[in-house]
């Protein structure tokens, strides 16, 4: 994922879910970056593309120990 495509997921990430989220560059893996709700690692999220669509994907897992 490029970084302009990282500043608009995360503009609408900010305008739909929090203002507080922050994404963060993965340098190993560069088709995703890490989400961030202040200092805290909240998610991953994959850029994918299929048949000339483009698509963002949240992967947020929850243990039950949080819950």
Not at 31 to 44: M, P, Q, R, T
Not at 47 to 64: C, F, P, R, W
Request: proline letters at 6%; zero cysteines; charged letters at 35%.
């Amino acid at each position: 994922m490029s970084p302009e495509e990282a500043k608009k997921v995360e503009a609408y990430l900010k305008k739909t879910l929090n203002p507080d989220i922050n994404l963060k560059a993965r340098p190993k893996t560069p088709d995703s970056v890490e989400a961030y709700l202040g200092d805290e690692f909240i998610a991953v999220i994959y850029k994918d593309e299929d048949e000339g669509e483009v698509a963002y994907q949240l992967n947020m897992t929850i243990l039950s120990e949080d819950v």
